[in-house]
């Protein structure tokens, strides 16, 4: 019975844990949580308050006075490193092709579950109302 063991599994080396060289862990956690500050704001906003009294909530004026302008802040610190690896020109035509093209794919599949229910039913309008 010793011998009939199966040969071993290959070792398999767990995932690394370490950025990448360049990187900045300390952006990459700020980020993180910005990100959560921004669904948690608005998860106050329209899960909470669903009218307009959201603007009083102390921890939602907490949240807006620093969330979004650290955010951009953080993001021109990161996409200015981007900039100065290549030319201006292809930076943009880059950025807007990998925003661009998600936009305009959901809009167009949003738009069309938005018009499945009246294409089942028979009713197709030509324009919402």
């Known amino acids: 019975m010793g011998g009939d063991l199966p040969e071993a599994l290959p070792s398999v080396s767990a995932?690394?844990?370490?950025?990448?060289?360049?990187?900045?862990?300390?952006?990459?956690?700020?980020?993180?949580?910005?990100?959560?500050?921004?669904?948690?704001?608005?998860?106050?906003q329209y899960l909470a308050y669903q009218d307009a009294r959201f603007g009083a909530v102390p921890i939602f004026r907490l949240i807006y006075i620093f969330h979004m302008p650290l955010f951009m802040a953080v993001s021109g610190y990161v996409g200015f490193g981007a900039i100065q690896r290549m030319a201006v020109p292809v930076y943009a035509s880059r950025r807007i092709r990998q925003v661009l093209a998600p936009i305009l794919g959901w809009a167009i599949v949003f738009r069309l579950l938005l018009a499945l229910p009246g294409w089942l039913l028979g009713r197709v309008e030509s324009r919402p109302h």
């Open 15 to 44: 995932p690394t844990t370490t950025p990448p060289a360049g990187r900045n862990e300390f952006v990459d956690y700020l980020k993180g949580w910005l990100i959560l500050l921004v669904v948690w704001g608005h998860a106050i």
